[in-house]
């Protein structure tokens, strides 16, 4: 089915608006989507956006057929307020996370970077909607693998699933039968472990 983008352009290929990097534009454009937004929607967009803007703004992104959310270093309330926008304005267009991390680390001294799951939160919060994540520890990811790999999950408990931090990798590994192998080169550190102790699975 044709739908018309917001140039007046006709094209048959799904339209994503994406926040996030330029990689995952490329990802999604070499799929077979058509992509608004990205890292840098416009050279002249100021990154805020007044309610008088917003009222006169035109959406030419609009229609969509899906929302995808990553991690974006260049993230601003112009992009929020347009992406909660396009939201409302496409009920039926896919919301999706590409992960909803809370933070990574950064500096010898562990600072905390923001991390996707700071946008998602947000756009579920301003448009009630609630996004696919589809990174780990998703089923979702589960679901892909099983897929794309036939056979490799016909018995999940002879997988063995490597990660660094506990709320993604280790859950993804124990949420779905595998065993799991902790290394301490991401968020989980070896103090967090030592103040975990004999936490519970949820912990």
């Not at 990574?104 to 939160?121: Q, Y």
């Not at 589960?142 to 999940?156: A, K, N, T, Y």
């Amino acid at each position: 089915q044709q739908k018309k983008n917001g140039e007046g352009n006709t094209s048959s290929r799904p339209r994503v608006h994406v926040i996030g990097s330029s990689g995952l534009c490329e990802e999604l454009s070499n799929s077979g989507f058509d992509i608004s937004g990205g890292p840098s929607p416009s050279a002249t967009a100021s990154p805020g956006m007044t309610r008088e803007e917003l009222a006169e703004y035109d959406f030419s992104e609009h229609p969509i057929d899906a929302l995808v959310v990553g991690h974006d270093t260049h993230m601003t309330f112009r992009k929020l307020c347009i992406a909660d926008n396009l939201l409302l304005r496409n009920q039926e267009a896919l919301f999706v996370a590409t992960n909803k991390d809370s933070f990574d680390l950064v500096g010898n001294d562990s600072r905390h970077i923001a991390g996707n799951g700071c946008t998602v939160v947000a756009l579920e919060y301003a448009s009630k909607r609630t996004a696919i994540n589809v990174g780990k520890p998703s089923g979702t990811l589960v679901d892909l693998i099983r897929s794309e790999h036939e056979g490799c999950m016909d018995d999940p408990s002879r997988c063995l699933f490597v990660g660094d931090r506990l709320d993604t990798d280790i859950k993804f590994g124990v949420d779905n039968g595998m065993k799991s192998l902790l290394v301490m080169t991401g968020v989980t550190t070896a103090d967090m472990m030592i103040r975990l102790g004999e936490g519970s699975d949820e912990e």
